[in-house]
């Protein structure tokens, strides 16, 4: 097993209803830990950039909107196999789809509220972790 860094986002649903630390307690009894945290409200440019990946979709400009809508908590995660433990743990992007007892299961409302993002690769997760956070700011 590896030890790894993935990146999480607890979406504005998911703070509006004050999800944050039921959220964070399924990810921590399924070992992973919270190494760096903050809540923040992003700007329609961060969000944009973030998301730029997606520009061409269709979603896009509603998947800004709705990420600025609210405040969101943007953390790395730390463990074995990080950025595929907490892909399994989110569930499918699809509420409907996903497992019982995973976050999207759990805790989303619909496919566009889903209440977590989670990098899709070590790759990704490298670059999403730097847009967010300083090396110092990550306390392992």
Do not use: C, W
């Not at 964070?24 to 809540?39: D, H, M, P, W």
């Not at 909107?65 to 908590?73: A, D, I, L, Q, R």
């Not at 889903?114 to 899709?120: E, F, K, L, Q």
């Amino acid at each position: 097993m590896t030890m790894q860094r993935t990146f999480s986002i607890l979406k504005p649903d998911a703070t509006e209803r004050n999800l944050t630390g039921k959220i964070n307690a399924v990810f921590e009894s399924n070992g992973l830990r919270i190494v760096a945290q903050k809540r923040i409200r992003m700007s329609r440019l961060q969000a944009g950039a973030f998301y730029g990946v997606h520009k061409e979709r269709p979603f896009y400009q509603e998947l800004v909107e709705y990420m600025v809508s609210g405040p969101v908590v943007v953390q790395v995660l730390e463990g074995e196999n990080a950025v595929q433990k907490h892909r399994d743990i989110m569930g499918a992007t699809n509420p409907a789809n996903a497992a019982p007892g995973t976050i999207r299961k759990e805790f989303a409302e619909s496919i566009e509220r889903n209440s977590v993002h989670g990098s899709d690769s070590l790759e990704n997760a490298e670059t999403e972790i730097r847009f967010f956070f300083s090396g110092t700011e990550i306390v392992g």
